[in-house]
């Protein structure tokens, strides 16, 4: 057997080697654009906002007029009664009530969500955005007075919010109608649960440069 004849059979590692294709790099990720100053700037300001908008009742009505005027119509609140509880409380206005002067489905129904997400919001802060992606109203009574949602989430919200990532948590509400008297006790006349899809506003700025 000649010498070319055994390089043939039993090629050398180096001879190996130079027959495999090379290993492919993936492909390096391009560099998010530098923030301008401009996008910085609106960036605080709807930070600030944000956070005026849930200082008190005055700013929230003034925040609601300009970007939420069914809010502002209807003089939905909200109250803190403990450090877990909340309650939204909502007039028995004309703008509020239906023909026969009771207040109108779409109204409990509305304010719902708006009371929920408010009282998400207001936990989370003016680095998240809410959205509700779910609604489930139950209408038990006709409502003949002002009406009080009280929110109790099913999850733990702070324990969520220290993931520092998007999650979703579920609000459930007992909405009841106010006694006129004092001495007698307040109607149920609804249930709701609601579920609210909570997003820091850094993944979608992430999102937003990944596209571009």
Request: proline share 7%; net charge positive; with cysteine.
């Amino acid at each position: 057997m000649s010498v070319l004849h055994e390089l043939e059979i039993n090629p050398t590692a180096d001879d190996a080697g130079q027959d495999s294709p090379a290993p492919v790099r993936p492909a390096r990720k391009p560099a998010p654009p530098p923030e301008t100053w401009i996008q910085r700037f609106f960036d605080r300001a709807e930070a600030f906002v944000s956070r005026l908008s849930m200082r008190d009742n005055f700013w929230n009505s003034i925040c609601s007029l300009i970007w939420l005027p069914l809010a502002f119509f209807s003089g939905l609140k909200l109250k803190e009664l403990s450090k877990e509880k909340f309650a939204a409380y909502l007039p028995f206005r004309r703008f509020n009530r239906n023909w026969y002067r009771a207040m109108a489905g779409g109204a409990l129904l509305a304010n719902s969500e708006i009371a929920g997400g408010s009282y998400v919001f207001g936990q989370c802060g003016s680095d998240y955005t809410v959205v509700c992606k779910n609604l489930n109203y139950t209408f038990l009574r006709p409502c003949f007075g002002p009406a009080v949602y009280h929110m109790t989430p099913k999850e733990n919200l702070q324990a969520l919010l220290a993931t520092r990532a998007e999650f979703n948590i579920v609000i459930d509400m007992e909405i009841l109608q106010q006694a006129s008297r004092v001495g007698e006790k307040d109607k149920r006349v609804g249930r709701c649960e609601a579920t609210f899809h909570v997003t820091p506003k850094k993944h979608h700025k992430a999102k937003a440069a990944r596209k571009s």
